[in-house]
C-alpha cells in the first residue's frame, strides 16, 4: 500500500525497492454526470510512468501504454457516480537484481561476473540456496548501484474535452 504516488526505488522497505514484476493501483473515482455527457471526451492521464501500464476502468481493459503520453480514452467505459479504475504497473528486472546482490553468492563466477558453471541447484530445477529472485548468466549489476525509478509516479489526471461538430460555414452545428 502506498499513501502517496512515489517511485518503488524511492520506498524504505526493501521488498518494495527491490521489486520487479507487475503492482496493481486501485481508486474509485467519482465522475459527474455533466462529465458523460454526449458532446463530452474524457482521457485519463496517467503521468509518469515506470515502465508499462494496463488500465481498466469498471472492469473494462482499455489497453496497455507503453510509451509517453500515457494517456487513454475512458469516454466509453465511465458512468455517472462511482467508477473502479485499476491500473497494472510493470516495471524493468533490474531493481530485483540490485536486490539480489545483498545476498550470498549462489553460483562460482569469474571476476568480472561472468558464470564459470552452470550451478547445480539450476540443473536440478531447485530454488537458489541463497535466496535470490534472479538467475543471470552475467551479473551486470551491483549491490552499490541505485535501483531505477519503476512505478506510477503521476500525477494522474482526467482531462475532459468538448467536441462539436462544425458546419460548412465554421458555426457550430446544432446537436
Not at 53 to 68: F, Y
Not at 146 to 174: F, M
Request: net charge positive; proline share 5%.
Amino acid at each position: 500500500m502506498l499513501d502517496k504516488l512515489i517511485s518503488w526505488s524511492e520506498h524504505p522497505d526493501k521488498g518494495v525497492k527491490f521489486f520487479s514484476g507487475t503492482a496493481a493501483y486501485t481508486k474509485t473515482l467519482s465522475v459527474s454526470t455533466a462529465m458523460t455527457a454526449k458532446e463530452c471526451r474524457l482521457w485519463l492521464d496517467l503521468g509518469r510512468v515506470e515502465v508499462m501500464a494496463e488500465v481498466k476502468v469498471n472492469g473494462r481493459n482499455l489497453g496497455i501504454l507503453w510509451k509517453p503520453p500515457y494517456r487513454v480514452e475512458i469516454t466509453g467505459a465511465v458512468k455517472p457516480g462511482k467508477n473502479m479504475l485499476e491500473v497494472n504497473i510493470v516495471n524493468l528486472w533490474v531493481n530485483r537484481q540490485i536486490g539480489d546482490e545483498f545476498l550470498a553468492e549462489d553460483s562460482d563466477r569469474n571476476t568480472d561476473g561472468t558464470l564459470k558453471a552452470w550451478p547445480k541447484w539450476l540443473q536440478e530445477g531447485k530454488p537458489s540456496p541463497a535466496g535470490r529472485t534472479t538467475f543471470t548468466s552475467w551479473r551486470l549489476w551491483h549491490k552499490n548501484d541505485r535501483p531505477v525509478e519503476s512505478g506510477l509516479i503521476g500525477p494522474v489526471r482526467i482531462i475532459s474535452s468538448l467536441h462539436r461538430t462544425l458546419d460548412q460555414s465554421g458555426k457550430i452545428a446544432s446537436q
